[in-house]
């Protein structure tokens, strides 16, 4: 019987509470916030549910090592003290991770560098031979992360970052990350009862993780391989009974999810990453400019999209953020309209609009504002009455 143990889920800044919500919902115990990750504990099954099933999960960590260094001496006299053929033989591959918040130490690259000689050494004093490096698909990837004094080393149980869904082959200028984009879309309390509209859709990201949402589809079921498939121990009849368990829970959602671009290539793009994805038959795409559409359908719909900022896609910001705000008031009643800008001052103020909530993210290294505005039918007054 597999027991408990402590894992870390990385994310992005602002996404801590959306990713804890998802691993309660999950069946995790001993969820924990901390600062872009959520600790909590799980048995072997459920990390291989987590990495398939996590919507706003970066990767899932595995400590398996916690101990105190003062110098880059004692982080490699700890290091050979683990028996490393639990993990990896000496003809496997790995690469190493490293992240440092530390007075003592400040440079993630000679910390990781220094680790990958401690395991290499591990292996050439034991057996004459060693393990080689490789970084782009190693057979073990480890995490070894530095807080002040105190050093954890963890197997990275998801390999490439679970952003990487698998079915995203075709791509704009400015693409939006697949985990950010599930977590916006969580944030404006998206579940698949109301319609859901991107009316700027690019290369279909939002509509395709909306999707997902709606009809409980895992978020990483395109995978090709998650680096848990290659770990020493690994249970492939486990792994094909969660598998199997988390299709099972799929559901078919009967509201409409809408996506419009006016350029054709990235209407031709969408098309492409949904078709892949496997979920032509949930959404719509067609070449539409927002500013001259109509809400296409009947009833609450949330209208969530990620506008141009004016850092990577030129644009007149003041005129470009009035005219959203016309076409939402004009157009859009009964909605809850969600973008995303990193423009906080003259592009929200150019909307003419009173938000009801904003909400701080980082878009890349970009600092946004995730705004919401309630169109309602009427005045605001008669809709809440």
């Keep these: 019987m597999n027991e408990n143990f402590k894992m870390t889920a990385k994310t992005l800044y602002g996404f801590e509470s959306i990713l804890a919500k998802e691993l309660r919902n999950l069946g995790a115990i001993g969820v924990k916030e901390g600062v872009r990750s959520v600790t909590f504990f799980g048995d072997t099954g459920f990390m291989y549910k987590a990495n398939m099933a996590l919507r706003t999960a970066i990767r899932i960590l595995k400590p398996i090592e916690r101990f105190k260094i003062y110098n880059e001496n004692d982080l490699y006299k700890n290091l050979q003290k683990i028996n490393w053929e639990k993990y990896l033989q000496v003809h496997n591959t790995l690469a190493i991770d490293a992240a440092v918040h530390s007075s003592i130490f400040t440079h993630s690259q000679y910390i990781a560098l220094k680790s990958k000689d401690a395991i290499v050494d591990y292996f050439r004093n034991k057996y004459g031979e060693r393990p080689n490096v490789d970084i782009k698909h190693p057979d073990l990837q480890l995490n070894i992360h530095i807080q002040e004094d105190t050093c954890t ?135 539409q400019d927002f500013f001259n559409s109509e809400k296409p359908v009947e009833g609450k719909t949330i209208l969530c999209f990620n506008p141009p900022y004016g850092e990577r896609l030129s644009i007149n910001v003041p005129i470009f953020y009035k005219e959203i705000g016309n076409t939402l008031k004009q157009n859009y009643t009964d909605t809850d309209a969600w973008f995303i800008t990193s423009d906080f001052n003259t592009g929200i103020k150019s909307v003419g609009l009173r938000t009801s909530r904003k909400i701080k993210v980082f878009n890349g290294s970009l600092e946004c504002r995730f705004v919401k505005y309630e169109m309602y039918k009427g005045s605001r007054k008669m809709s809440k009455q």
């Design 153 to 287: 080393v963890s197997l990275d149980s998801s390999g490439m970052s679970l952003h990487k869904r698998g079915y995203r082959i075709s791509t704009n200028i400015a693409p939006i990350n697949e985990v950010f984009a599930a977590g916006l879309i969580l944030m404006t309390g998206y579940n698949g009862s109301q319609h859901f509209v991107d009316p700027m859709c690019g290369s279909g990201t939002m509509l395709i993780e909306a999707a997902m949402i709606a009809n409980s589809i895992p978020a990483n079921i395109n995978r090709i391989e998650f680096g848990f498939e290659k770990w020493v121990d690994f249970d492939n009849d486990l792994f094909e009974k969660i598998h199997d368990s988390l299709l099972k829970k799929i559901t078919y959602s009967s509201q409409k999810i809408i996506g419009f671009d006016k350029a054709p290539s990235a209407v031709r793009k969408a098309q492409e990453n949904i078709k892949n994805a496997n979920l032509d038959e949930f959404i719509i795409v067609e070449k």
